[in-house]
């Protein structure tokens, strides 16, 4: 059974950091592209940054230098390093992982930006 499992969100002022982390099972995780992605209250989801099997990295324009999404392949885990938050950046963040003919998605994190 294909787990993706969120964690490290939660709430933080703005200016601060969070690093989220995407914790895959059941698939050989090495061999898939992998995304992060958000989704506000009210707004369509975004892709926020996507790194491919071969360490290839993307992001939306609006988190370029401020967030870095990585993958540690030995461990089976994407993580998705956030600085610099701004209150635009809540949102609850789903990872992905896609492979040829499939893409599997966990649950979400929570992402709170406020003071």
């Known amino acids: 059974q294909v787990q993706l499992v969120e964690s490290g969100g939660g709430l933080v002022q703005p200016g601060g950091s969070l690093r989220l982390s995407c914790a895959a099972s059941g698939i050989i995780f090495s061999r898939y592209n992998m995304g992060w992605y958000r989704q506000a209250a009210g707004k369509q989801g975004e892709l926020v940054a996507k790194?491919?099997?071969?360490?290839?990295?993307n992001y939306a324009d609006s988190v370029k230098g401020r967030f870095t999404i990585s993958r540690d392949n030995a461990k089976n885990t994407g993580y998705l390093q956030m600085n610099n938050l701004k209150p635009e950046d809540t949102a609850v963040y789903y990872c992905?992982?896609?492979?040829?003919?499939?893409?599997?998605w966990g649950k979400g994190t929570r992402v709170t930006v406020s003071s």
């Open positions: 992905n992982v896609t492979g040829t003919f499939i893409t599997y």
């Open positions: 790194i491919t099997s071969g360490g290839n990295t």
